[in-house]
C-alpha cells in the first residue's frame, strides 16, 4: 500500500529531484534555488575561513610567545638584610636549576640576568630588553634556534651581542658595527649615580615574528650581563621552558617547591592571558554573528520552498488522491530543501578548507592589488596572517548550516503535507 511506504523511499527522492529541476515556465523556483544554494554555500565559506583564521591567530601568537619567552619565571620574593638593603635576587642559581630541571615536564630552565636599558649608535637611540643567558641556553631558545630571518651566527655570542631586526631598524645598525649599552643603575660616587656603559659588536641579528620582541629585544652572555648589571655571583630569574605550556599551571607548584623556599613564579598565562582572552571572546563573537549570515542564506530555502509548495499545488492533491501519506508529502519537500542545504553546505566547507589551505597566495595577491600595507605586524605583534584548519571548526560550521537548513526546510513542507487534496484541486 503507498501510504505504508518505507520513509524516504525512492520514489520520494525521485519525486523531490523533478521537483529541483523546474522547468521553464517555472523559472522562479529554480532561481530561488541557486541563490539559497549559493547563499550557504558563501555563508559556510565565511564561517570557515574566519574561523580558521582566527585559529591561526591564537596558534601563530601563542607560538611566538612561547617560542622566545619563559613559560614560567621564577623569581626571589623581596626581603630586606639587615642593613636595610632590599634583595631580589637569586643566589645558589645553579643549584636551583638542576632542581628544577628535575621537575616532570620541565624542558628547559636557565638562569636570567634581565634590565631595561638605552642603546644608542650612529646618534639614534633606543630603549631595549637586555636578557643574559648563557650561550648554551640562548641556542635553545626555539625562535633564536630558528628564527624567521637571521643575519651573522648566534654561535658569535661570545664576542658581543645578539639583537632583533626592530632594534637593528631603529638604530641603523648592521652585522659587525657597535653598541653602546646605558643602564642609569651605575656607580654611585660623590656626585650621584654615574650610568654605566658599555660597548658591544653586533654578532646575530634575529627575527622570530613578534613584533614586541624583535624590536626590544637584546640577548648577551651570561658573564657579561652579571658584569654590566652589578649581578656577581646571582641572577634575575630562572626562565623555564615545560612540554606542554597550556597546562603550565599544573606544574607551578614542583617547580616552586624545587627552586626553594621564598620564589614566586609568574606564567605566561598572567603576562599574556589579557590577549589570549580578548582572542577568545573576538572568536565567540564572530561566530555568533556569522552564525547569523548562515541563518539568513538558510531562510531562503524557506521563501524557495514556499514557491515550489504554491506551483505544485495540483500535483500535491493529485498525489494524495493517488495514496501518498502526508508523511510522504513531508518527505519529499524535506528532501528538495534539505538537498540544496546539503549541496550549498559542501561547496561552502570545500571553498573554506581551500580558502585555508591556500591563504599565503590568495592573502598575498589581496596585498597586492590594494598596494600593500594590508598588514601592520606592529598592531597585531606577528609577521603574517596565519591560518589552522582544525576538524572542530569544520564541524562546527557544517552541523550550523545543516542543521539551521534542516529546520527551516521542515515547516513549507508540514505546509505541504497538510494540504487538502479537494482544496488543492478544486480550480484545476
Not at 643602564?183 to 634575529?206: A, C, K, N, W
Not at 589581496?366 to 564541524?395: H, K, T
Request: net charge negative.
Amino acid at each position: 500500500m503507498a501510504g505504508s511506504a518505507t520513509p524516504f523511499a525512492s520514489f520520494e527522492w525521485l519525486i523531490a529531484w523533478r521537483y529541483l529541476r523546474a522547468r521553464r515556465r517555472e523559472g522562479g523556483v529554480s532561481v530561488m534555488t541557486w541563490i539559497s544554494l549559493i547563499g550557504i554555500a558563501l555563508a559556510v565559506f565565511a564561517l570557515i575561513a574566519t574561523l580558521s583564521v582566527r585559529s591561526g591567530f591564537r596558534s601563530e601568537f601563542v607560538a611566538t610567545i612561547l617560542g622566545a619567552n619563559a613559560h614560567v619565571q621564577v623569581l626571589q620574593t623581596p626581603y630586606a638584610t639587615e642593613t636595610g638593603q632590599v634583595i631580589r635576587t637569586l643566589d645558589d642559581y645553579d643549584a636551583r636549576a638542576d632542581a628544577v630541571r628535575q621537575v616532570p615536564g620541565v624542558t628547559r630552565v636557565a638562569p636570567t640576568v634581565r634590565g631595561e636599558v638605552l642603546a644608542s649608535a650612529n646618534g639614534r637611540n633606543a630603549g631595549v630588553q637586555v636578557l643574559g643567558q648563557t650561550i648554551a641556553d640562548i641556542k635553545t631558545l626555539p625562535l633564536l634556534a630558528d628564527p624567521e630571518v637571521s643575519y651573522g651566527s648566534i654561535d658569535d655570542l661570545a664576542n658581543g651581542i645578539a639583537i632583533g631586526t626592530g632594534v637593528a631598524n631603529q638604530l641603523g645598525v648592521l652585522v659587525g658595527d657597535r653598541v653602546q649599552i646605558i643602564s642609569p643603575d651605575g656607580v654611585q660616587g660623590l656626585m650621584g649615580t654615574t650610568p654605566r656603559t658599555s660597548t658591544y659588536e653586533v654578532v646575530h641579528i634575529f627575527q622570530v615574528g613578534r613584533y614586541d620582541i624583535d624590536r626590544i629585544r637584546v640577548y648577551m652572555p651570561l658573564a657579561e650581563a652579571q658584569r654590566f648589571f652589578n649581578r656577581d655571583g646571582v641572577v634575575d630569574e630562572l626562565e623555564v621552558l615545560v612540554e606542554d605550556p597550556e597546562d603550565i599551571d599544573d606544574l607551578v607548584t614542583p617547580i616552586l617547591a624545587a627552586a626553594g623556599a621564598g620564589t614566586y613564579s609568574w606564567t605566561w598565562l598572567q603576562s599574556s592571558g589579557g590577549f589570549l582572552r580578548a582572542l577568545e571572546m573576538e572568536d565567540n563573537i564572530m561566530f555568533v554573528i556569522l552564525s547569523i549570515l548562515v541563518l539568513i542564506a538558510t531562510l531562503n530555502i524557506t521563501s524557495g520552498l514556499i514557491m515550489l509548495v504554491k506551483n505544485k499545488g495540483r500535483d500535491v492533491g493529485i498525489l494524495r488522491t493517488m495514496g501518498l501519506s502526508q508523511g510522504s508529502i513531508l518527505r519529499v519537500f524535506f528532501i528538495c530543501g534539505s538537498g540544496i542545504g546539503l549541496i550549498g553546505t559542501t561547496l561552502g566547507v570545500i571553498l573554506g578548507c581551500a580558502f585555508a589551505i591556500y591563504i599565503d597566495p590568495i592573502f598575498g595577491f589581496v596585498n597586492w592589488l590594494l598596494g600593500g600595507g594590508v598588514w601592520d605586524p606592529s598592531v597585531r605583534f606577528i609577521s603574517e596572517l596565519p591560518a589552522e584548519l582544525r576538524l572542530v571548526d569544520v564541524l562546527r560550521a557544517a552541523a550550523l548550516s545543516l542543521g539551521l537548513s534542516f529546520v527551516v526546510t521542515y515547516f513549507p513542507a508540514r505546509r505541504a503535507a497538510r494540504m487538502n487534496p479537494v482544496e488543492a484541486l478544486r480550480y484545476e
